[in-house]
Every structure is written in C-alpha cells, then in structure tokens.
C-alpha cells in the first residue's frame, strides 16, 4: 500500500457521481480504492463493487472493500478493511485467505501494540486530524501519534482523517506510506485536478 488510497463515501460526492469520481482518480493515479457503504442495501452494495472492479481492473488498482467480507468475496474484491469493532483480523483472513489485503484501523496504542501480532497488509492511523466526515472517532493522533507509530510498528502505515493537499506533506514526512482520502477527492469539483495534485505531494 502506497501513495494515494480513495475511500468512497456517495454523501461526499456533492459534484459528480460516485462512480465517475472512482474513474476520475483512477486515470489520476490513486493506488488504491475502497468503497465504503454504510446505508445502502446489500444487493446495492454489490451492484456497486462489481462496476468498481470494472473501472479498476483495467488499470489494475486494487479494490477494498470496507467492513463487509460477504461483499468482498462475492465481488471477488481484493480485499477488506477493518475496525476494532468490525470482524476480527484472524476471522477475516481465514475466510479471504492468505493473498487477501487485510487492513486495520488503529484508534489507541493498545490497537497498535495488537496489530504486532496480526500480519495485516497495512494499519490505518485513524484519525489523523478530526473530520466531519467520520464523527465517531476516538482522539486524533495528530502528526506526534503517527510519529510514535511509525517509531514501533512493523506494518505500512496509511494516515487518514482530515487529509488534503495542504496538510499531507508532514504526513509522509512523518512516515505515512500512504494517504487515504474521502472528501479531497470525493468532494472535489475537478476530482482529476485534484487527485492529481495530492500524487504530486508523494514526488
Ligand atoms: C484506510 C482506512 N483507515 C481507517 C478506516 C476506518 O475504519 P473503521 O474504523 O472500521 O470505520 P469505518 O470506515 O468502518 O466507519 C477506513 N475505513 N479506511
Ligand atoms: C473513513 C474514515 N476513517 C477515519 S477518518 C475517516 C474519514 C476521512 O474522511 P476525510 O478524508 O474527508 O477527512
Ligand atoms: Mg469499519
């Protein structure tokens, strides 16, 4: 896991539907994308990772899916993201198998301190700074947490949380491998411009 990662959110999508803004940041250059539904249907969830793997696959971005192994496997997305409260990391890769990405959000040191044991793909620092987009978080790590993170863990770390392209490069200076974004993307009036300028950022 590396430079850009876009997380999906339709609410976000203010400019653009939320399949032409994936379009957009994939011919922009993200590395990753996650879609991530928290009120659809299951069978709108599905519909919705299928036409996301279409638009991935050709350029061979990856497809996360968030919260939900059922949607994974049958969209035979690459993988999932997770949460302390979502389906435990050991479950999960029994049920993907060993070539699955399995990500994990870190919200306090002792989930950093138990990730050392999980051979997750990456952990997402979660949240960096406070966001409107996602409210019910624990306290922001800001840039020192993510620094004592980047000090003692073994694993990739992905920074997400009130990111944009004014406030990532002591980000990634600060050891992020890679930087997750819903709104500086999703929100964007141009999310081609946009995308383009936080890849700019990883230069
Ligand atoms: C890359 C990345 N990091 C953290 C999260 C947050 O996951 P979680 O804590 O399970 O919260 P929800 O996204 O499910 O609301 C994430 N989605 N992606
Ligand atoms: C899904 C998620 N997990 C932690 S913060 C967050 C939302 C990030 O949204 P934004 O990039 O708009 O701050
Ligand atoms: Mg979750």
């Not at 939320?18 to 994939?26: H, M, N, R, S």
């Not at 620092?125 to 947490?145: A, I, Q, R």
């Not at 406030?167 to 990634?172: H, S, Y």
Request: with cysteine.
């Amino acid at each position: 896991m590396e430079g850009m990662y876009l997380v999906t959110d339709q609410a976000a999508c203010i400019h653009h539907p939320l399949e032409t803004v994936v379009a957009k940041a994939v011919d922009a250059g993200v590395s990753c994308v996650q879609l991530r539904e928290k009120t659809i249907d299951t069978r709108s969830f599905l519909d919705r990772a299928l036409a996301l793997k279409n638009i991935l696959a050709p350029a061979r971005v990856p497809l996360i899916i968030n919260d939900r192994l059922d949607i994974a496997l049958a969209a035979g997305a690459h993988g999932v993201h997770i949460g302390q409260s979502d389906m435990p990391y050991a479950h999960a890769r029994k049920l993907l198998g060993p070539k699955a990405i399995i990500g994990l959000s870190v919200e306090t040191w002792e989930d950093v301190v138990e990730a050392q044991d999980l051979d997750v793909d990456y952990i997402g620092v979660s949240p960096v700074f406070s966001t409107p987009t996602k409210t019910d978080t624990k306290e922001p790590w800001e840039l020192e947490g993510l620094e004592r993170i980047k000090g003692y863990s073994r694993h990739p770390l992905v920074a997400i949380g009130g990111l944009n392209q004014g406030n990532i490069a002591p980000v990634i200076q600060a050891g992020a491998r890679s930087i997750a974004v819903v709104s500086a993307i999703c929100s964007a009036p141009d999310p081609f411009a946009a995308t383009r300028a936080l890849c700019a950022c990883f230069q």
